[in-house]
């Protein structure tokens, strides 16, 4: 091939890989609001974490009420400091802050009064009774308990007789003289000249009441057992339930949020009302834990709740994708590149706590490792970024090495570890005969592989077998974009060689990944007997057809040997994969994977950027157009950018970059549980094994992703023992820069 002729190649390889078209609408990358949170341990004394009440005084001084006593945070400190003296210490169960800055205290044995910057409290005289809540205002107050109901008049607590529920969990201020009282038998108001009781299912959804609360339109929001019921103008006007959306019928507390949000605490979570829907936080990433009693506010806008395990804040903070995506470019590159350059997910000693973070290895190590040479590769095409490049060249090094590690013509490893490592996953393992005839029965497609891992030539290190077609399909997607959009000349050489004889040894192979033992991988598998005539094989027709046919096209790009085309089109017209790549995925629901979705989005680019023939690219295109009517609603920005590279269109667009947006900062892998919500409801669908939601939830309100996963999956995650790398956003993010859908 003349230097000539390679030019015009180039220049038309950038043509096709360039933006397709203009018509979508671009993302202005402009500042949004960020959450996170931050979890606090109060103290180790026994009850001092079984928080009732939380309240943020003058000072920005955060107070919590606990069964040990109360405790106030110093905005600039992160140690609480216990108020109680020891002769005072006991259960507290609400607090109210008074106008004039005084924070008192609903506690055990009675009333306390607490001036902000006081060190210590001062007991109310002659009241010596449980006091189950307080409110206090300008001139007046009402403290209510099971013992003794008192109200203050100018500084002073008299007694008050009030025929009312002695099981009293809120006041709240009318704002005229009177006050709202949630009782476990009722709602009350008490004025100066009347008590009235709500009670009926006409007036409440129950009479098991637990918080009450003004919203911004002057509203009252009363909350508990069943949901929110709205009054407006003395009129019961709205209510909300799992029905129209509420996400628990739990309801501890309702707070006002400083944004027109209101806040609603349950036993499971925190709900919060946005206007038009609801948004949840629970589970570990936003809550120490989920039983939520009382919601507070700072001056920040930071939300500070109390639980029965401690005290979370969820706090904000003004973001752009720019400044995102180097938050997480920074967490990849401190936790999730080891050795010899492998990137993914790390494994923490300590659920949730990164500093006990420690390297871990995984089957699939080729494939994200790939997945994140393709990010660098977009970055550096999009930035031109020096270190962009020379991470992409750093992870194409790591997987090349994956196949020189094997010492054959042309197998790849899984994944290598230090020899010294004394933990891996799926250790070698022998087969007893009574063992080996369970496994066949239950899959006669499983392989008994006892050595899956062997030392490398050097001594150095263990490498592991049995390669999936998964891996495969990763790197060549990796090697695609990498030769495309970074390799200089010498560079393209060196991958060209290294894609030749991966694809020479599955062609030499029979089509299959033939592993050291001489038999093809429990997933290496493209050949025309097993796709074709193997009832078997059936699931991975069309997905494996796609696959090879783009290993094929890529060696043929790269090369330009005309052999790969010649097996290519053999492929095609003489073994029927013309008409496998017309169904790429299957829609039956005991087979239907959300590993097939992401694998077609590896393997479709190759095809469409580099066929030239426009009667084969139709059936392409149809063929990518069958893929995306399967995954459209998953509001992936990965397979949304990826089909607007391969057609030129967008339709989701704003879902894709609110999925950007929404997607938490902590990638710690918690287990999130949705099961338990209310406003959901749990089928078998998209895929039939799985408990999945009805309707597609938040990135903060589901585990973090890869997109291999269901996001529709009722429950997820590994409980924080592991840590997300990163990528899966990274990587449509940098996709939608280079393509134009988001701006700098």
Not at 277 to 299: C, K
Not at 583 to 592: D, G, H, V
Not at 615 to 627: A, D, G, I, M, P
Request: charged content about 25%; aromatic content about 12%; overall charge neutral.
């Amino acid at each position: 091939m003349s230097q000539e002729f390679k030019i015009i190649i180039s220049l038309l390889l950038l043509l096709i890989l360039a933006p397709l078209s203009q018509s979508a609408k671009k993302i202005i990358n402009t500042p949004f609001l960020q959450e996170y949170h931050v979890p606090f341990s109060i103290a180790e004394k026994a009850g001092a974490n079984d928080v009732r009440a939380i309240a943020v005084d003058r000072q920005n001084q955060v107070w919590a009420a606990t069964r040990a006593g109360v405790f106030r945070l110093n905005p600039d400190s992160k140690q609480w400091q216990e108020l109680m003296s020891q002769e005072q210490a006991g259960p507290v169960f609400d607090l109210s802050l008074a106008p004039d800055g005084t924070v008192w205290l609903a506690g055990w044995n009675g009333i306390y009064r607490a001036d902000s910057n006081s060190k210590a409290l001062t007991r109310i005289e002659k009241i010596d009774v449980p006091i189950s809540a307080i409110c206090t205002t300008e001139n007046d107050g009402l403290a209510l308990g099971p013992d003794g109901m008192f109200r203050m008049n100018q500084g002073q607590w008299n007694p008050l007789a009030l025929n009312i529920s002695k099981n009293i969990r809120d006041i709240k201020s009318d704002g005229n003289g009177g006050y709202w009282i949630a009782t476990g038998m009722g709602l009350y108001h008490f004025s100066q000249n009347e008590l009235v009781l709500y009670q009926t299912t006409d007036e409440l959804l129950s009479a098991d009441q637990y918080g009450v609360e003004y919203a911004h339109d002057g509203s009252l929001w009363i909350g508990g057992l069943g949901g929110i019921t709205i009054y407006q103008n003395g009129r019961r006007t709205v209510q909300f339930t799992p029905e129209n959306g509420l996400p628990s019928v739990n309801i501890q507390c309702v707070t006002r949020g400083p944004d027109q949000t209101m806040w609603v605490g349950t036993r499971e979570g925190i709900a919060r009302f946005e206007g038009k829907g609801w948004a949840w936080r629970s589970n570990r990433r936003w809550l120490v834990n989920d039983d939520v009693r009382d919601i507070a506010f700072d001056v920040q806008c930071t939300a500070w709740i109390a639980t029965r395990n401690g005290v979370s804040a969820i706090k904000r903070r003004q973001m752009t994708f720019t400044e995102k995506a180097a938050y997480f470019h920074r967490i990849c590159e401190q936790r999730h590149v080891r050795e010899p350059g492998l990137v993914e997910k790390c494994r923490l000693k300590v659920p949730g706590d990164t500093t006990t973070w420690e390297p871990r290895d995984d089957d699939n190590d080729g494939q994200y490792t790939s997945m994140y040479l393709a990010m660098e590769s977009f970055r550096y095409a999009t930035t031109h970024s020096p270190v962009a490049k020379a991470n992409a060249r750093r992870a194409f090094e790591a997987l090349k090495y994956l196949q020189e590690v094997t010492g054959t013509a042309g197998f790849v490893a899984r994944t290598v570890i230090p020899v010294d490592w004394k933990q891996m996953a799926d250790p070698n393992r022998s087969f007893s005969p009574q063992q080996w005839a369970n496994e066949h029965v239950h899959d006669p497609r499983y392989k008994k592989v006892e050595q899956r891992w062997r030392p490398s030539g050097d001594g150095k290190w263990l490498w592991k077998g049995d390669t999936s077609s998964d891996e495969i399909t990763g790197h060549l997607f990796g090697y695609l974009f990498y030769y495309d959009l970074v390799a200089d000349q010498a560079e393209k050489k060196r991958v060209q060689a290294h894609v030749c004889r991966i694809v020479d040894y599955i062609i030499e192979g029979g089509y299959v990944l033939k592993d050291i033992d001489g038999e093809h991988t429990r997933w290496g598998v493209w050949s025309p007997e097993k796709l074709n005539r193997d009832p078997d094989w059936r699931t991975e027709r069309g997905v494996n057809s796609v696959e090879i046919l783009s290993y094929l096209k890529l060696a043929f790009h790269t090369s330009g040997a005309k052999r790969y085309q010649k097996e290519y089109q053999k492929l095609l017209y003489e073994q029927g994969y013309l008409q496998n790549i017309q169904e790429p995925k299957t829609l039956n629901p005991s087979w239907r994977t959300h590993i097939d979705d992401e694998l077609l989005a590896l393997a479709f680019p190759c095809l469409l950027f580099h066929e030239q023939d426009p009667t084969l690219r139709q059936v392409y295109l149809n063929s990518v157009e069958q893929w995306y009517a399967a995954v459209k609603n998953d509001h992936s920005p990965y397979f949304e950018f990826t089909y607007y590279a391969l057609t030129g269109k967008c339709p989701r667009l704003a879902e894709a970059v609110d999925f950007l947006r929404n997607a938490p900062l902590d990638l710690v892998r918690w287990r999130m549980d949705n099961s338990r919500r209310e406003d959901i409801k749990l089928v078998r669908q998209p895929e039939m094994e799985n408990i999945q939601t009805s309707k597609l939830l938040l990135p903060a309100e589901i585990c973090i992703m890869r997109w291999d996963n269901n996001p529709w999956n009722a429950i997820q995650g590994d409980g924080g023992h592991t840590e997300s790398d990163g990528v899966y956003w990274l990587l449509p993010y940098w996709m939608g820069r280079y393509y134009g859908l988001i701006t700098n």
